[in-house]
Structure formats: C-alpha cells, structure tokens
T-cell receptor
Framework: KAGVTQTPRYLIKTRGQQVTLSCSPISGHRSVSWYQQTPGQGLQFLFEYFSETQRNKGNFPGRFSGRQFSNSRSEMNVSTLELGDSALYLC????????????FGSGTRLTVV | AQTVTQSQPEMSVQEAETVTLSCTYDTSESDYYLFWYKQPPSRQMILVIRQEAYKQQNATENRFSVNFQKAAKSFSLKISDSQLGDAAMYFCAYRSAYSGYALNFGKGTSLLVTP
C-alpha cells in the first residue's frame, strides 16, 4: 500500500510569508502527527490530529497551525515566516495514535530566506 | 515532560560486526512505548523496532534487538551482522501510554558502517 505522502518536497519562502504543507496518510490511518526537525533542536512535536480533531499540541507559537480533513489528509500552516522556521517538517500517520508506531513521510524541506 | 538521552553522537562499526546504540529516558510513568527509528539520507524515518514497557521480553526484529532495562530506564539497540545499508541516523523515542500522542525523540546517533 502507498506510504505517507508529503508535498511539496522542497520549498523556499521569504520572511513574513506564509506556507502550507500537505500530508496524505496511509489509507485507513486516522491519526496524523507533525514534527519539526532542525540540527539544533532535533525532532520536536508540533501537533497530532485524529478524526479531524487536534488531540495534542507541542510547544510552538500560534503561527503554527494545522487541520485534518474528513479523508484524514492533513495540512500544516505557518504564518509570518521567520528564518528560524527553516527545517525539515515530517508528517507521520498511525492507526491508533502511535502505540504500534508511526509511519513517517519523507518530509518537506522548508527554507526561509 | 519525558526526556530521552542518546549519549553517543556518532558510532562506527565494520561490516558483519555487532554494534550497540545506547538510549536512556526519564519518566515517572509505568506504562509507555519505546521505539528505535532509522533515518537514512533519504530523510524518511523508518521504524526499526518497538517495545511495550509492560512486556518483560526484549523485542527483536531480524538482525535488530533491544536490551530493555525498565528499572534502569535504559533501552539500547543491538545491530548484528552490520550491513552497509544500516548506515544512518538512529533515533530513540518515547511515547506515553497515558497522556498525549507525541513521540519524544533523543538527539540521535549517527552510525557509520565501514567495509
């Protein structure tokens, strides 16, 4: 079956702009999580959605938001981009909220200039 | 919040040899899940092995096995018969069984496999 699909793979944006990243989970998976990966901070949890509801949120400013659609696809939005938002953004899906392990996508590499 | 510590930023192993990657974690919970993920240069995080805290038996997946010491809060990964394709970043991760659905990751260990 198809894996977790993230689009786009690469993105370059200017400070102050906003960006939307997309994630399509594995078919049948209702839980989608987002992570930010940077060399300095490592992997940090952004938020998790299950059946269109945000169940958990990490310690990120309100500029970071997300949503999940009825088909379980998820989007993540970052407004008023800052240079420090440059990172690899990883999406992960799970059937049950992660107890059996998450399946990750290949990520979106966001560069803010 | 639970913290996960990987004390070895880099490790090196020769092909066909065995290597052990260390991971310790801090928690007051009794039930949780532990994972090892592998991230090759392709960037995709791949689940290597999973352990449920209430299970005493150490998990194994082919050449990969763990040494889970609950009292010591230690969760090391052993890779046997190392292959060139094992070269990657390895991340240890913790997930609570009670609160939230987030994975808490360690900083990672970069594994180099030499011929």
């Amino acid at each position: 079956k198809a894996g977790v699909t993230q689009t786009p793979r690469y993105l370059i944006k200017t400070r102050g702009q906003q960006v939307t990243l997309s994630c399509s989970p594995i078919s049948g998976h209702r839980s989608v999580s987002w992570y930010q990966q940077t060399p300095g901070q490592g992997l940090q949890f952004l938020f998790e959605y299950f059946s269109e509801t945000q169940r958990n949120k990490g310690n990120f400013p309100g500029r970071f938001s997300g949503r999940q659609f009825s088909n379980s696809r998820s989007e993540m939005n970052v407004s008023t981009l800052e240079l420090g938002d440059s990172a690899l953004y990883l999406c992960a899906s799970s059937q049950d909220g992660g107890g059996t392990g998450y399946t990750f996508g290949s990520g979106t590499r966001l560069t803010v200039v | 919040a639970q913290t996960v510590t990987q004390s070895q930023p880099e490790m090196s192993v020769q092909e066909a040899e065995t290597v052990t990657l260390s991971c310790t974690y801090d928690t007051s919970e009794s039930d949780y899940y532990l994972f090892w993920y592998k991230q090759p240069p392709s960037r995709q995080m791949i689940l290597v092995i999973r352990q449920e805290a209430y299970k005493q038996q150490n998990a194994t997946e082919n050449r990969f096995s763990v040494n889970f010491q609950k009292a010591a809060k230690s969760f090391s990964l052993k890779i046997s018969d190392s292959q060139l394709g094992d070269a990657a970043m390895y991340f240890c991760a913790y997930r609570s069984a009670y609160s939230g659905y987030a994975l808490n990751f360690g900083k990672g260990t970069s594994l180099l496999v030499t011929p």
